[in-house]
């Protein structure tokens, strides 16, 4: 039986601000999460895939602990793409609709710098940033860290396999007065247990959803097995299938995703590419339509696709595997968000068979052939 945000110690002003979002049963990370951090407060370490309600998790806690009399940045959020931490922010930004004031502001890449540095001028109590822009801020003396008591990492896998470990140890140093360090993340690769090593306490709380929650469970796995040549042919039939249901097709190279884009928009399918080569101006473009369906099937690469977060993908297709199991996670989860169902289809060629099993083992999955 499943608990109720006021028995897991959230505020009645909160609780009223999650209802106004339609969010009225905690999910299990929420369930899990919010307790310990509302009583104990201390470190923790969460292991949950996107579309679980990780911002609910780590954000109630936050909102309830920061004081709003005290016009100082309190709490830090970092987070791997612009795309996730202008979500978390608004988030959290609805959260408080009845609550007494608490200002949340986001720093991010992409954005005007000084329009950002003008915001920080004003009252703020929690900074949501990506690890690049936050740095420049403080080099220039934008903001301050020094009254930060907590630190929540978000997709912190995401983050070190885009290169940010010399970043994220310099925010770990400019928050030395922290509290507590709150880390989320899909996965738990080497590199990030040197980073709870080194930088979290040894009696941090470890919540590990157990793997066959890592990916989610309303997701169906599926494989289709066809020759290289015959790729986009077997796409196009599953396409054609979709009517309006709407999905991300992952390519593991930029040129591989034009490629496809090109193959599909000749055959009259409303489709957009997004790779890590497009401006930020050509991208929001991109995902401007797709959010608003204006294009019905988005073709992404894994360091493209980082934080996209749009509601109601019905399908994700791995027109390739992807080289790391982690990412099968994080293309996967784009699917099946807040409680719907979704299918994830891999094509593979058939020398790659015993990829399907390696998944199936390392995420305590099941897949189906499908014909």
């Given amino acids: 039986m499943s608990k109720t945000f006021k028995e897991l110690g959230v505020s009645p002003q ?26 104990n407060g201390g470190d923790l370490i969460a292991q949950a895939q996107t579309g679980t309600g990780k911002t609910a998790a780590f954000g109630l806690p936050l909102l309830a602990k920061v004081d709003p009399k005290v016009n100082e940045i309190q709490a ?69 860290l020094a009254h930060v008591k907590y630190l929540v990492l978000d997709e912190a896998d995401e983050m070190l396999s885009m290169g940010f470990k010399k970043e994220l140890v310099k925010i770990f140093a400019l928050t030395r007065s922290r509290k507590s360090t709150w880390l989320f993340s899909a996965t738990i690769p080497d590199a990030i247990q040197g980073l709870i090593k080194d930088y979290m306490s040894p009696k941090a709380h470890l919540l590990k959803i157990d793997k066959g929650h890592v990916v989610n469970r309303d997701i169906d796995h599926r494989f289709i097995t066809c020759s290289r040549d015959d790729k986009t042919d077997f796409i196009s039939a599953f396409l054609k299938k979709q009517r309006e249901e709407r ?25 957009d590419v997004i790779h890590g080569d497009l401006t930020q101006k050509e991208r929001d473009k ?26 109601g ?24 968000r807040a409680g719907k169902k979704g299918i994830s289809i891999a094509f593979i060629e058939p020398r790659e068979r015993g990829k399907i099993t390696g998944l199936e083992n390392e995420l305590g999955l099941s897949f189906s052939e499908a014909y």
């Avoid at 009223?16 to 049963?25: A, F, P």
């Avoid at 991109?286 to 696709?305: C, E, G, P, S, Y």
């Fill in 14 to 39: 909160l609780i009223l601000g999650l209802e106004e979002l339609g969010i009225h049963t905690p999910t299990r990370i929420q369930e899990e999460a919010i307790p310990f951090l509302m009583e």
């Fill in 76 to 144: 830090l959020v970092v987070a791997p793409t612009r795309e996730l931490a202008k979500q978390i922010a608004k988030q959290l930004f609805r959260f408080t609709k009845h609550t007494e004031k608490i200002f949340t502001e986001a720093v991010c890449g992409g954005e005007d710098f000084d329009r950002q540095v003008a915001s920080l001028q004003r009252p703020t109590h929690i900074v949501v940033a990506t690890p690049g822009r936050l740095m420049d801020l403080f080099n220039r003396k934008a903001l301050t």
């Fill in 247 to 271: 999905g991300i097709i992952f390519c593991r190279t930029r040129a591989g995703a034009i490629v496809l884009a090109k193959q599909l928009a000749v055959r009259q399918f409303p489709v």
């Fill in 286 to 311: 991109v995902m401007r339509a797709f959010k608003n369906k204006k294009v019905q099937f988005l073709i992404a690469t894994d360091v493209a696709a980082r934080g996209i977060d749009v509601e």
């Fill in 313 to 336: 993908l019905s399908f994700v297709i791995h027109h390739q595997l992807p080289e790391q199991t982690e990412y099968y996670t994080h293309r996967s989860g784009r699917t099946a």
